[in-house]
C-alpha cells in the first residue's frame, strides 16, 4: 500500500492512533482483524482509493498504535473508533471490517447507525458462536494471557509461515514488519483482553444478533467470505443471508480467512460496485431468529455463565 503521505498519528484520550490514507472522494474506513495491522488492506487500497478516500487506521493495541491499560472490548473500540472519526470531523462513512474488525465495525453501527452509509464484512466475527480452535484457548482462565505475550512474540511470525494459505500468502517483509510490531510491549495484554472480551471456550459470546433488532433502519450491507475460512467458518455467511434478506455475498471458492488478499482485483472491483452504484441498494430486512435458536442460545448462555464461575475461582487459586 502506499498512502498518500506517511502514516499520521492521532491523539485520542490516553491512546495514540496510527493511520494511513489513500485517495480522496468519499470516505471509506477499513478497520483490520485481530493480531493484524492496516497493512492487511495493501493490496486493495491502491484501487479503491481511485474513487475514495481510503482510511486505514491501526486498532489501538496494534500496530504502531499506543497498548493502553484499557479494556479491549467490543463497546470501548467502537468507542474510540468513533472518537477517532471525530477528530477526523467526519460525519458519515462507508465503513468496512475484516475479522475482529468486522464485530467492531458492527458494533459501530450498532451504537450509531446513522453514521455508516454502507457496511463492508470480510469474515467477520459477531455472526455466529463458532470460532477456531486457537481463539478459545487464548481465552482458557490463566493459561492463555500466561502465554499470550511470548505467542505474540514468536508465534506470529511461525503462525504466518505455517498457515499462510489461510492467512492470504502473506510477502516475507510482511511477515517481518506485523511480528515486530507485535512484539512490542503492551501486545500480549492487548490480545488477550481483546479475545476474552467476546471468546470463551464455548466460542463467540458476543453477537451481533443479540442486539440488532434495536436497529431502526440497517444500511445496505455486503458479506465477503472465502468457502474454506477455517477462523471464522463460512457457515456464518449462509446463516447471515438467510437472517439479512437483501443482504449481499460474495463468496471466494477455496479461500482462508483472507479474501481481500487472495483475491484483491475481485474484492476492491466487488466493493467499489456496491459503494458506487448509483441505483438504490436495497437495505437488509432482518428475519425472526428460530424459536430452535433461541432455545440453544439459552443453553449455551447458561453453559457460559457456569464456565465464567469457574474461571473466577481458578483465577483466585491462581492468585
Known amino acids: 500500500m502506499k498512502p498518500r503521505d506517511s502514516l499520521r498519528v492521532t491523539r485520542l484520550g490516553d491512546t495514540d492512533i496510527a493511520w494511513a490514507e489513500s485517495g480522496s472522494g468519499s470516505p471509506l474506513l477499513l478497520l483490520h482483524g485481530l493480531g493484524d495491522c492496516h497493512r492487511t488492506w495493501r493490496r486493495?487500497?491502491?484501487?479503491?482509493?481511485?474513487?475514495?478516500?481510503?482510511?486505514?487506521?491501526?486498532?489501538?493495541?496494534?500496530?504502531?498504535?499506543?497498548?493502553?491499560?484499557?479494556?479491549?472490548?467490543?463497546?470501548?473500540?467502537?468507542?474510540?473508533?468513533?472518537?477517532?472519526?471525530?477528530?477526523?470531523?467526519?460525519?458519515?462513512?462507508?465503513?468496512?471490517?475484516?475479522?475482529?474488525?468486522?464485530g467492531?465495525?458492527?458494533?459501530?453501527?450498532?451504537?450509531?447507525p446513522e453514521r455508516y452509509r454502507r457496511l463492508v464484512l470480510v469474515a467477520p466475527g459477531g455472526l455466529g458462536r463458532e470460532v477456531g480452535i486457537g481463539m478459545r484457548l487464548a481465552a482458557f482462565p490463566v493459561l492463555g494471557p500466561l502465554l499470550a505475550p511470548a505467542a505474540m512474540r514468536v508465534g506470529t511470525r511461525v503462525m504466518m509461515r505455517i498457515a499462510a494459505g489461510e492467512l492470504g500468502n502473506p510477502e516475507p517483509e510482511e511477515i517481518d514488519r506485523l511480528a515486530w510490531m507485535n512484539s512490542m510491549p503492551g501486545s500480549g495484554r492487548a490480545f488477550t483482553r481483546t479475545?476474552?472480551?467476546?471468546?470463551?471456550?464455548?466460542?463467540?459470546?458476543?453477537?451481533?444478533?443479540?442486539?440488532?433488532?434495536?436497529?431502526?433502519?440497517?444500511?445496505?450491507?455486503?458479506?465477503?467470505?472465502?468457502?474454506?475460512?477455517?477462523?471464522?467458518?463460512?457457515?456464518?455467511?449462509?446463516?447471515?443471508?438467510?437472517?439479512?434478506?437483501?443482504?449481499?455475498?460474495?463468496?471466494?471458492?477455496?479461500?482462508?480467512?483472507?479474501?481481500?488478499?487472495?483475491?484483491?482485483?475481485?474484492?476492491?472491483?466487488?466493493?467499489?460496485?456496491?459503494?458506487?452504484?448509483?441505483?438504490?441498494?436495497?437495505?437488509?430486512?432482518?428475519?425472526?431468529?428460530?424459536?430452535?435458536?433461541?432455545?440453544?442460545?439459552?443453553?449455551?448462555?447458561?453453559?457460559?455463565?457456569?464456565?465464567?464461575?469457574?474461571?473466577r475461582v481458578v483465577r483466585g487459586i491462581a492468585a
Not at 491502491?46 to 496494534?62: C, K, N, Q, S
Open 195 to 311: 479475545v476474552c472480551g467476546c471468546v470463551d471456550l464455548l466460542g463467540q459470546h458476543q453477537r451481533t444478533w443479540d442486539r440488532i433488532h434495536l436497529v431502526p433502519e440497517l444500511p445496505p450491507v455486503t458479506l465477503h467470505w472465502g468457502t474454506k475460512d477455517r477462523i471464522v467458518p463460512y457457515t456464518h455467511a449462509l446463516r447471515a443471508r438467510e437472517r439479512l434478506v437483501g443482504a449481499e455475498l460474495s463468496s471466494y471458492a477455496g479461500s482462508g480467512h483472507f479474501p481481500h488478499l487472495d483475491h484483491p482485483q475481485r474484492f476492491a472491483g466487488e466493493v467499489a460496485r456496491f459503494l458506487d452504484d448509483e441505483n438504490p441498494t436495497p437495505r437488509p430486512v432482518l428475519c425472526q431468529v428460530p424459536r430452535s435458536f433461541e432455545l440453544g442460545g439459552a443453553v449455551v448462555h447458561l453453559l457460559r455463565r457456569i464456565g465464567r464461575a469457574v474461571g
Open 104 to 112: 467492531v465495525a458492527q458494533w459501530m453501527l450498532l451504537e450509531r
Open 44 to 102: 486493495v487500497v491502491p484501487a479503491l482509493a481511485e474513487h475514495h478516500r481510503v482510511i486505514t487506521p491501526d486498532l489501538p493495541g496494534h500496530g504502531l498504535s499506543g497498548r493502553p491499560d484499557a479494556p479491549y472490548t467490543l463497546e470501548w473500540y467502537a468507542s474510540t473508533l468513533r472518537a477517532f472519526l471525530d477528530a477526523l470531523e467526519l460525519e458519515r462513512v462507508d465503513l468496512a471490517g475484516h475479522s475482529y474488525g468486522g
